[in-house]
């Protein structure tokens, strides 16, 4: 199993930027596929990022493309998602996801697909 705790988040002006961070630690971090989600108030949690074993592969959605970027340091257990051009709609409960797969090329979208989840930084921006 792999245990994942979110930091980084906190409060910006729109227009603003955050690096949300995710520290793992446990099973071999390098054999999971990791992804970023969020959840606004009142809302379905969303798809944000994910990014393959080895870094080789991101997928973003639409919404973020060219302002969010996903990275991650397999010596340091650390998956990383740097938020720029922040708008208010942004705002939501930002969750760090491991996924286990055998495969270095695997993205992964949906939620129910991840088994770890974190327990969520918080990033709001006012307008």
């Known amino acids: 199993q792999v245990q994942l705790v979110e930091s980084g988040g906190g409060l910006v002006q729109a227009g603003g930027s955050l690096r949300l961070a995710c520290a793992a630690s446990g099973r071999t971090f390098s054999n999971y596929a990791m992804g970023w989600f969020r959840q606004a108030p009142g809302k379905e949690r969303e798809f944000v990022a994910a990014?393959?074993?080895?870094?080789?592969?991101?997928y973003y959605v639409d919404s973020v493309k060219g302002r969010f970027t996903i990275s991650r340091d397999n010596v340091k257990a650390m998956v990383y998602l740097q938020v720029n051009s922040l708008k208010p709609e942004d705002t939501a409960v930002y969750y760090c996801?491991?996924?286990?797969?055998?495969?270095?090329?695997?993205?992964?979208?949906?939620?129910?697909?991840?088994?770890?989840w974190g327990r969520g930084a918080q990033v709001t921006v006012s307008s």
């Open positions: 990014i393959s074993r080895s870094g080789s592969s991101t």
């Open positions: 996801a491991a996924k286990l797969t055998p495969l270095d090329t695997t993205v992964v979208t949906t939620p129910g697909a991840y088994r770890y």
